[in-house]
Structure formats: structure tokens, C-alpha cells
């Protein structure tokens, strides 16, 4: 193993968080997705605002926000960043899957990539758990890095898979 190319190693092969104290501060922005793949009719119960739970846009939307918020407490070697904005937007792809899109920004030494992908990880999971009561076959999926900004790795635009 060459240790040396892992910024998360430690000489000794160990994991370690990564001293970022020698980083310019620069703006960061990054942008995830996830998708919930339902049933048709699980759908229309969102749209309608008929999900017993309650709003579940509203409550996923509190909810993705909250985890990108708390990002640093979930994954070990991630830096607590102090967010300037935190965004969850919702879409449909037909009938029967909902899209989950993050963006986070800082001001910060290091990037945002984690808290966007936190965020959309637990608004799809919160949609879930809200309506597993009426499909249980929903499935989240292609939770990915859409885009980042700012960094010594400069940007970052993933290219759409056909």
C-alpha cells in the first residue's frame, strides 16, 4: 500500500483526519443527488399530501438539512465546517421516482462534498421511513457528487451517464 498518496493515512498505515490548518480559505460548493424509486400510487400520496406521517418534502427538507449540519459527527475523519447555506430541492422523474439535490456552501479550508452527500443520503432515507408503511419496496439509488467547487482540486462536474 503507498501510504503516501492517501490523505486520510497515517505513516504507520493508520486513518487519521487530515491537517487542513495550512489551507487558504477559499469559497465551496458542492451539489449531490439520490433518487427513491416507488411505487406509483406512493407518489400520489406525497403529491396529494396523503403519507399519514405527515409532509414529506417538508419533513425530508428539515431533515437533509439537519444531517448536513451534523455531517462531521456521522463520518470519522470529516472536519466540522461552519455552512453558509444549506439547500434541498425535490423533482420527479415520471411517475414513480422523486430526486433528492443538495447544495451546501462555505466559506472554509476544506470542501463540502460530504455534507451535500449527507444531506441527500438522509432527506431519501427520512422519505422512506415516512412511507414504508404503504411501500416497502421503495428503493434509494445513485447517490453521487453532481458537482464541487473551490479547493486545491479545483473543480469538479460529473458527466451525465447516458
Known amino acids: 500500500m503507498n501510504v503516501e498518496k492517501l490523505s486520510h493515512i497515517n505513516e504507520q498505515g493508520r486513518a487519521r483526519m487530515v491537517d487542513v490548518s495550512g489551507k487558504p480559505v477559499t469559497r465551496r460548493t458542492a451539489v449531490a443527488r439520490s433518487r427513491i ?10 403529491r396529494q399530501g396523503r403519507v399519514s406521517k405527515g409532509d414529506v418534502l417538508a419533513v425530508a427538507q428539515v431533515a437533509g438539512i439537519m444531517a448536513a449540519k451534523k455531517t462531521a459527527d456521522l463520518i470519522p475523519m470529516c472536519h466540522p465546517v461552519p455552512l453558509k447555506s444549506a439547500d434541498i430541492r425535490f423533482y420527479e422523474e415520471g411517475d414513480e421516482v422523486l430526486v433528492v439535490e443538495a ?6 479550508v476544506t470542501g463540502v462534498e460530504m455534507e451535500a452527500l449527507t444531506a441527500v443520503s438522509v432527506a431519501a432515507l427520512t422519505v422512506y421511513d415516512m412511507c414504508k408503511a404503504i411501500d416497502r419496496e421503495m428503493v434509494v ?15 469538479f462536474v460529473r458527466r451525465e451517464e447516458k
Not at 424509486?37 to 406525497?46: H, N, W
Not at 447544495?103 to 472554509?108: A, L, Q
Not at 464541487?148 to 473543480?155: F, Y
Open 141 to 155: 439509488s445513485d447517490t453521487c457528487l453532481l458537482s464541487k467547487t473551490g479547493g486545491k482540486s479545483g473543480d
Open 103 to 108: 447544495e451546501v456552501k462555505t466559506d472554509n
Open 37 to 46: 424509486r416507488m411505487k406509483r400510487e406512493t407518489m400520489e400520496r406525497i
